[in-house]
């Protein structure tokens, strides 16, 4: 289940917005397929939250869009996160965007949804 918090500089347009929203879930799915959680369609209820926000006045960074992603740590994603990073920053150069970051941070942890 991963969890992508994507900040964004005041200068990114809703027209940039609405392309990187339509690419990021397959992006995202791609990037944390495993063998140990395979990605299986189309996202579910709970099975990726993306969440948008405009980069705040006392934020500090020069870079305009900043992708976070957050996902459980599987021996099979630890031995190639670099690819996995560059994987989702490569599939956005079609939008031209400018300076963009993407941290994956993989986590111990546990989901439960209702």
Request: net charge negative.
């Amino acid at each position: 289940m991963p969890l992508v918090d994507v900040t964004f500089s005041s200068d990114v347009s809703d027209g940039e917005l609405r392309r990187l929203a339509a690419l990021l879930p397959d992006l995202i799915a791609q990037a944390v397929d495993c063998p140990e959680e395979p990605w299986t369609g189309p996202a579910g209820v709970g099975d990726m939250e993306i969440r948008f926000r405009r980069r705040g006045d006392f934020d500090v960074g020069e870079m305009r869009v900043v992708i976070e992603v957050r996902t459980k740590l599987l021996e099979s994603r630890l031995s190639d996160k670099q690819r996995r990073a560059d994987l989702v920053r490569d599939g956005l150069s079609s939008l031209d965007l400018g300076h963009v970051g993407v941290w994956l941070v993989l986590h111990e942890g546990a989901w439960s949804q209702t």
